[in-house]
């Protein structure tokens, strides 16, 4: 892929140019990864894909990324009942209550192994009305306060917290995993994009960032994959992913170089700054290294019985090392981010805002309700700072005003519905200002044929 004239001639001509990209839901999407909405529902209606009966073992597709996110499906699945038993207990109609327990009744008595009773029990639940924000929230309320829940006591508040973690984890790795095996993925053009704008800077140079908001690794193991092929053979510049701060390989056989120290080594770095954590990220409780595998995503891996710090193992630090967790900031209005490695990626990212000469929104609605990221970019953007915003063609205001047309509606009509849609273009320039903002309503597709080449 090739990058487009302005892109290459603004990363060679001005080296003191900063571009930085921020990444929403809608930037993995593109490449059917779910968006946080429809993940609750997803959870439900996730069942790994049946084998035909007419095709032998030996004719199917091996893909062993996958596999091996299945080997956890057992525990999925366990989690998956503990929700859906106390989602239909407190956010459903006592006829859709009666309807969930008749079918689970005949799952769990007639036919464990009945899949297609199962998949109609769970269908009832994939149709509760509760947003992932509101479930969250409620749960971290009933935590923080050491509240009861009608008969819930806290510490079944807890393990449904954990329940919901796990199937998110579970259900994004194995998207992660399904659409790797399609080698061919937006992120990929992105990331080839992004790799070439570095590799035409210096290695000084500081001219480019990408700060996301998602927990899936599509992008993640696309620079890491690009930088191991551009580094091979390479004894001097090499090029690494920098998730600034000191990141510590899962697989002791990686010998890449730690993130604080790529620069400092003379190499170069490509700045991806995970606000909100990510699912190829473990923690230790007691030393709190942080764990990173670009293969795998490792925080599947605290589901298993021993899962500790290899590190503290092997320093002998204590007799039994903690288990380690993973690092998932959820959507929740309460939000902790004191994290000491949670808290140097956001600094970061103040820093790189701060600095920017342009910024490009790509998937991000840009919600009310984000007030962390909103204070973030308040208090870092400069006034005269660019900014692009590229959004699917569903969020376009002139298709609305189209069909408008179309009804005959009056210009108070329409301005009144406006309003009440409040579309993402709304929003975006109540906040930076008309003049300031440049939207792209052809989705990520668009932006990198349009935009990132040629």
Known sequence: ???????????????????????????????????????????????????????????????????NVLKYY??????????????????????????????????????????????????????????????FT????????????????????????KALRT???????????????????????????????????????????IITMNWDTLLDKELYHLSQNHNLGRSRVKVYPDLCFYDHSYNQSDKRIVSTHIKAKGHRNIKLLKLHGSINWLICPYCERVYVDYEDDIALNALSSDCSCSKCKEMLITPESPQMRSILITPTFLKDLNDLHLRNIWHNAFMDLTEANKIVFIGYSFPDADFEMRCLLKKAVRHNTQIDVVLHS??????????MD??????????????RLNLPEKRYKTFFGNEAVTLYYNGLEGYIQQEMQI
């Open 1 to 67: 892929m090739m990058l487009s004239c302005h892109l290459q001639e603004d990363a060679m001509r001005n080296p003191g140019k900063k571009t930085v990209f921020i990444l929403g839901a809608g930037f993995s999407k593109a490449d059917d990864m779910p968006l946080q909405s429809e993940l609750l529902k997803q959870i439900f209606l996730f069942f790994p894909k049946d084998i035909p009966p007419d095709i032998s073992f030996m004719q199917l597709p091996v893909n062993n990324i996958e596999q």
């Open 74 to 135: 057992d525990v999925f699945e366990v989690n998956r009942q503990i929700l859906a038993k106390f989602l239909v207990e407190n956010f459903m109609s006592d006829e859709k209550k009666d309807e969930y327990n008749g079918t689970m009744f005949l799952v769990n008595i007639e036919s464990p192994g009945n899949s297609i009773k199962l998949k109609q029990a769970y269908k009832i639940v994939s149709e509760v009305n509760v947003t992932l924000e509101d479930l």
């Open 138 to 161: 409620f749960f971290d309320k009933m935590i923080i306060g050491h509240d009861h829940f009608q008969f819930y006591p806290v510490t079944n508040i807890i393990d449904l917290h």
């Open 167 to 209: 199937c998110i984890t579970f259900l994004l790795s194995y998207h992660v995993a399904h659409i790797r095996y399609d080698k061919d993925t937006f992120s990929g053009a992105f990331a080839n994009a992004i790799f070439k704008m570095r590799l035409v800077s210096s290695q000084k140079d500081d001219n480019l960032s």
């Open 394 to 403: 569903l969020d376009n205001p002139e298709n609305y005003k189209a069909l």
């Open 406 to 419: 179309n009804h005959h509606f009056d210009i108070n009509d329409q301005n009144s519905f406006f309003d």
